[in-house]
């Protein structure tokens, strides 16, 4: 069976720092592109970032690029087969549920299946 489970969520202070974690069974890394996205209360849910694991490429969703340019970095790890979403600099505006999900490439707007989420909450 394939999952993807989130962690790493939490309440943070504006300014401070999380790292997301997406952790992937029943697959390897190499075999769908894994994709983050977030949804604020209210909001549709948007695109952050994407990696390629089999190439290393990565991409910053243009509807965030602006907002998260130099404060989130994403990252893999084929050996533990899990995908990171380093988060700095947060602010009140960052605070959403994010989750990860398997894409067919990256980037793209669809996916294949997708995790449950972590709320990251962003306090003023």
């Known amino acids: 069976e394939v999952q993807l489970v989130e962690s790493g969520g939490g309440l943070v202070q504006a300014g401070g720092s999380l790292r997301l974690s997406c952790a992937a069974s029943?697959?390897?890394?190499?075999?769908?592109?894994i994709g983050w996205f977030r949804q604020a209360p209210g909001k549709e849910p948007e695109g952050v970032s994407c990696?390629?694991?089999?190439?290393?490429?990565?991409?910053?969703?243009?509807s965030v690029k602006g907002s998260v340019k130099g404060r989130f970095t994403i990252s893999s790890d084929n050996a533990k087969n899990t995908v990171y979403l380093q988060m700095n600099s947060l602010k009140p505006e960052d605070t959403a549920v994010y989750y990860c999900?398997?894409?067919?490439?990256?980037?793209?707007?669809?996916?294949?299946?997708r995790g449950q989420g972590t709320q990251v909450t962003v306090s003023s």
């Open positions: 990696i390629s694991s089999s190439d290393g490429s990565t991409s910053y969703a243009d």
């Open positions: 999900a398997a894409q067919p490439r990256c980037p793209s707007t669809l996916y294949h299946f």
């Open positions: 029943g697959f390897t890394l190499d075999d769908y592109a």
